[in-house]
């Protein structure tokens, strides 16, 4: 049987190391990430789930090609880049070298953007004749474009992760909005047509 003064000992020994985890800097990020990792996982659970109720399984196709022509559109409009601009940016001497950076990044990622709003104005011949396709059609370049200049590359340059974070997620709160809209709005005008 242990005796009360090292039970004590024991116990405050416990305790001051608990008290270390839970007020050093990377026990309360680590924390902090994890739960608006959660936050943004959940939005956009919550989100995904209105989309499907919302559309039913004739247009739930629809939305999920949007989605993969975001995901595609994505890959070109960065071109995988977000490493490189990262090294890059670490690398540069100034903040006159980082702002030029940042902004031949953004400008050629407009550039493809509007290349890729081109190509679906190119298609609206054929989507004319498949009225279904339009909307979803019209949300692809606007995603792809909010989605690629979004600044997470450079809060991980400037070794800012919780920020990170919590940029995805205002990004999943603002996709779940869209969706919102989107979604209410295209049923409406769906139900017009009928």
Not at 100 to 125: E, K, Q
């Amino acid at each position: 049987m242990l005796q009360p003064e090292l039970t004590t000992q024991r116990y405050r020994m416990l305790l001051s190391r608990f008290q270390a985890i839970f007020t050093n800097r990377t026990s309360r990020q680590a924390v902090q990430m994890t739960a608006l990792r959660f936050i943004g996982l959940g939005i956009g659970a919550v989100a995904q789930i209105y989309a499907a109720r919302q559309l039913g399984p004739e247009k739930l196709g629809i939305s999920g090609m949007a989605l993969a022509a975001v995901a595609q559109g994505g890959i070109l409009v960065t071109l995988g880049a977000n490493t490189l601009l990262v090294r890059e940016y670490k690398a540069a001497k100034t903040d006159s070298d980082k702002e030029s950076l940042i902004g031949a990044a953004y400008t050629l990622r407009t550039i493809i953007a509007g290349g890729l709003a081109l190509f679906i104005v190119a298609a609206l011949p054929w989507l004319w004749q498949h009225p279904q396709y339009l909307l979803a059609a019209a949300c692809v370049v606007p995603l792809i474009f909010f989605e690629s200049n979004q600044a997470l590359w450079i809060l991980q340059a400037e070794e800012k992760t919780p920020a990170q974070y919590l940029a995805n997620v205002a990004s999943a709160v603002i996709s779940g909005t869209l969706i919102s809209l989107f979604i209410v709005t295209g049923k409406q005008i769906g139900r017009a047509h009928v």
